[in-house]
Structure formats: structure tokens, C-alpha cells
């Protein structure tokens, strides 16, 4: 879940401004459309990540207590992967254009990666993890867990390295004049792609679909997952496709004798660690606002199916053949969560402003943090409402309490509302500081960045051990999550600076990453 920074170039020195903009001037709505095309296939294979994976893992072995700390590749990518990326594709001379090599690059990458995610059970029993089938064997897969955690690695990193020049792409393209209007579609094909993937991964049928998904060391679950991630690399090379043949970029080209100027990676972060002696006023609120935030926000994000695979539908992912297709039947229904949740997500977005402009910024983030705590406690209450009222019937597990199941989906569908908030109103109310005190946005953002990355660090680190502290499964993460949504309304109503509700824009739209 992280926020690309894209250190722009000012393409005149290079000799190809005049060029961009007769070619900005050229570009219709149409091509701008299918020119973003890649954030739908980037964001389809996301989504799927988001809802399948944390519980994937743990059937192979990876403790509970453990799951989180794969996602410490998420932040670290944030962090280092974009801006360098961002960076190098600025200064790119491609005859093929600065942003297109690595988007391309970046796609086949994804691609390898899911591919070696949903083979990884069929790769590790090749390794000597078991000679057992699948539907008997309950014991740890940990080859096909190495494979996995590798591929996952590898999925994260590719995904940041194409969101910074996918962006970067539809800046230069839409150019001033039609910058509202791309990031709307960019947005819009975002939304898209979550919805196709959590579809996607609520479906139970690909492995009845396609058959030859079913392995030995790969049933209806593993073969499910391997169906949704196969779909997902199809779509996204088709987006990807599109995207590079109809953005047509205009390479850059260096006036001769010009000295070339090296900005390396150490030159970026000291600019941006600098930026923390010149902050504009009222900024340093701004960053422990969304670090709290942020805390009460990535507990959800990490284990929203697992929560109710585990708690509603009372499965587990290392149990008997019914707790098994429990917990399968509880994560497919929180994708089918998530997808309610893109779309209230979807519809959101697009009353961030004129909610902001009639409430502003500051009243519309206090309400959110506010939502987002009554939600987490929401979590909780039903978490303990199912347990209590879990009679160990197999029968209950497979279908959940209707109630529960209810007010469960209800949960997931009324975040959509401030998640597109945190999606969108710290990143213009950001811009809007820097703007006001004159200082460089995209290093206020880089400075952003860093106080959305530390606190996924923090959870993704503490959140499993928390949990197996206490031994209730999933509840003392969300309960602390509740916490921190909490403290933060307060510490928003009483110290985010008051701001204009007539400069408001939406500066931002990032993808859950």
C-alpha cells in the first residue's frame, strides 16, 4: 500500500519539449483511456494479493504469527523501488520512450512472479516436499513456502517499480490541460481491476473450470488460487499490450554537449530527509496524523479474508478436510467483501471534493478515523459474537451464521468510504500546504511516503506476535487497530491545520499497494 514519487524532468533541457507538447495537444480522451490501461491489469493481480495470499501462505505451512512479516516487502518497495524507478525511467533514453521499457519490463516480471506464486505448491512437491496428495496430507510444505514467499517477494517489487512510470506515463501524455481528466481514468481503471480481481478471487469454480489445474500436490483450494492468478497474467499482458502500443511517447534527446547530470540514489533520499529541516507549517501534524492512520488501517489490509475465513466461518488452513473447505469458503467470501468494498471504494472517490470543499479536509479526515473506528470495533464485537455462539457444528462452519456473515459483509462494504479518504485527502491536503508555504511538493510527498511506510513496517513486524500473544486469533490486531483509529479522530480534530476549503483538489488516488 504504498504512495509512488515520481521526481519530474524538465524535458526542454533534453530538447523534446516543443515535441511533448504538440503531442499533448494531439492526445483525445480515447487514447488517454487506453493509454492507462496497465493500472486495470497491474491492479487486477493486486487485488487478488490483497485477498487470497495471507491465507494461501498458511496452507503451507508459514505459522500465523508469521504471515504479516512477509509483507515487509510492500514498505521496503515503497520506499526505495519507486522513486529509484521513477528516477531512472526521468532520465531514460529509449528510442521506445522514458516510461514504456519499464512498464514493459515491470508487467513480465508481475507475470513471472504469479506464475511462480500459484505453482509454488506443484513446485515444492516436485522439490521433495511430500509424495502424499493433497487431500490427505496437513502437514508443512515449507520448499513450497521458500517458492512462495520468493515469488511474493519478487510480485511486490515489480508491482511498485511499474506504478511510478504507469503515473509518470499518464502525466506526460495528458500534460496541465488535461491532468484532472487522466487521473480520473487512472483511477477509474484501478477501480476496475480491483473489482475484476476480488470477482475473481470470490470464485470457487476454476478448478471445475479448468481441471487440469488439480494436482496432486494442488486441490480445489491451491488449484482455485493457481485458475484466478493465470486469469490475472492473461489480462495484465493484454493491458500492457494496449498501453504500449497506443502510448505513443516522444523519447527524449540530449543536446549535444550538454552535461549530463547525475542524480543518484543517495542525492534523492538526502533531498528528501533534508525536506524534513523546511517542512511548511503545520506539516509535522499532518505526517503523525497519517502514520496513526495508517496503524489502524494495515491490520484490515493484511488479514480481512483471514479474519473471516477464521472467525466467521470458524476454518482453519491446517486443519481437517471440513475446517479446510471452511476457511476456503470464509476467504472467498471476504473477496467477495472486498469487491463491495472497490465499489463503494469507486463511487467515493468521486465525493472526496465536493466534501471537502463544503466540510473541509479537516472534518472530512476526522470523520473517516472516526469510521474507520467504529468499523475495526465492529470487527471485534463480531468476532467474539461468532466464537461465542460456535457450537462446532461442521454444518455452521461451512455455511457461517447468517447474522454474522451479514453484518460481517456490511463491515467490509462501508470502508470503501474511508479508504477512498486515505486514498486521496493526506496527499492533497499535502499539496495544498506546500503550495501555500511554496515549498517542492514532490519532496513533501516523498517526506509523506516515508510516515505511510514506517507504520506498515511497524504492523507487518508486530502484528502476528501480537496476535499469538493473546491467542484469540485475529481479534487483538483489529481491537488494537480500533485503538489507534480512535486515538487518531482526536489528535485529527485537535491538531491537522485548518485549510481552505475552496483550494481543495484531489491530489491523489493510489491503489492499496
Keep these: 500500500m504504498e504512495v509512488e514519487t515520481v521526481k519530474g524532468v524538465d524535458t526542454m533541457e533534453f530538447g523534446a519539449g516543443d515535441r511533448e507538447e504538440r503531442a499533448r495537444r494531439d492526445v483525445s480522451l480515447v487514447r488517454l483511456v487506453f493509454s492507462c490501461m496497465v493500472a486495470g491489469g497491474v491492479q487486477y493481480g493486486w487485488a ?162 479448468f481441471p487440469f489445474l488439480n494436482t496432486k500436490a494442488c486441490c480445489a483450494a491451491c488449484a482455485n488460487l493457481k485458475g484466478a492468478f493465470l486469469i490475472a497474467v492473461i489480462f495484465l499482458l493484454c493491458c500492457v499490450a494496449v498501453t504500449i502500443i497506443v502510448a505513443q511517447e516522444v523519447p527524449l534527446e540530449k543536446k549535444p554537449g550538454m552535461k549530463e547530470e547525475n542524480t543518484g540514489f543517495l542525492d534523492m533520499l538526502k533531498d528528501i530527509f533534508g525536506a524534513f529541516k523546511s517542512l511548511p507549517p503545520g506539516m509535522p501534524y499532518v505526517l503523525l496524523v497519517t502514520a496513526v492512520t495508517w496503524l489502524s488501517w494495515f491490520p484490515f489490509i493484511l488479514y480481512d479474508t483471514d479474519w473471516m475465513g ?65 468499523a475495526m470495533a465492529g470487527i471485534s464485537i463480531v468476532s467474539k459474537w461468532s466464537v461465542d455462539g460456535y457450537k462446532g457444528s461442521i454444518q455452521q462452519a461451512i455455511n457461517a451464521n447468517p447474522q454474522v456473515r451479514a453484518v460481517a459483509l456490511f463491515i467490509f462494504t462501508a470502508l470503501g468510504f474511508p479508504l477512498a479518504v486515505l486514498f486521496s485527502v493526506p496527499f492533497a491536503v499535502t499539496a495544498q500546504l506546500a503550495a501555500k508555504a511554496g515549498r517542492g511538493q514532490g519532496l513533501c510527498t516523498g517526506v509523506l511516503n516515508i510516515f505511510i511506510v514506517l507504520p506498515q513496517v511497524i504492523i507487518a513486524l508486530g502484528a502476528g506476535p501480537w496476535d499469538a500473544l493473546f491467542g484469540k486469533g485475529n481479534l487483538p490486531a483489529f481491537a488494537l487497530a480500533a485503538a489507534f483509529a480512535f486515538i487518531c479522530g482526536f489528535l485529527a480534530i485537535f491538531f491537522l491545520p485548518k485549510l481552505s476549503r475552496s483550494s481543495f483538489r484531489s491530489s491523489s488516488m493510489a491503489g492499496m499497494h
Excluded at 466467521?312 to 473447505?325: K, L, Q, S
Design 310 to 374: 477464521r472467525e466467521v466461518y470458524h476454518g482453519n488452513p491446517d486443519g481437517t478436510a471440513a475446517e479446510r473447505d471452511a476457511y476456503d469458503r470464509g476467504v472467498r467470501e471476504g473477496a467477495f467483501g472486498l469487491l463491495l468494498n472497490s465499489v463503494v471504494l469507486g463511487i467515493s472517490s468521486f465525493l472526496i471534493e465536493p466534501l471537502c470543499r463544503k466540510l473541509t479536509p479537516r472534518v472530512v479526515w476526522v470523520i473517516s478515523n472516526f469510521s474507520v473506528f467504529a
Design 48 to 209: 487478488l494479493q490483497l485477498s487470497l495470499l495471507t491465507p494461501y501462505v498458511q496452507t503451507l505451512g508459514l505459522p500465523h504469527a508469521l504471515s504479516s512479516i512477509m509483507w515487509l516487502c510492500g514498505p521496503v518497495a515503497g520506499f526505495l523501488v519507486q522513486p529509484t524507478v521513477g528516477l531512472w525511467s526521468d532520465r531514460c533514453y529509449s528510442k521506445f520512450g522514458r516510461r514504456r521499457p519499464f512498464i514493459l519490463v515491470g508487467c513480465l516480471l508481475i507475470s513471472t512472479a504469479v506464475l511462480i506464486i500459484g505453482f509454488s505448491s506443484d513446485i515444492g512437491f516436485a522439490l521433495g516436499d511430500t509424495k502424499e496428495h493433497c487431500s490427505v496430507y496437513t502437514g508443512p510444505r515449507w520448499k513450497a513456502a521458500i517458492v512462495y514467499v520468493a515469488g511474493f517477494w519478487v510480485l511486490d517489487l515489480s508491482n511498485n517499480a511499474v506504478q511510478g512510470p504507469a503515473r509518470a506515463l499518464m502525466a506526460d501524455l495528458a500534460g496541465p490541460e488535461k491532468v484532472n481528466a487522466a487521473n480520473a481514468i487512472f483511477c477509474s481503471w484501478m477501480a476496475a481491476g480491483n473489482i475484476l480481481g476480488y470477482s475473481s478471487g470470490a470464485s470457487g469454480q476454476w478448478h471445475k473450470w
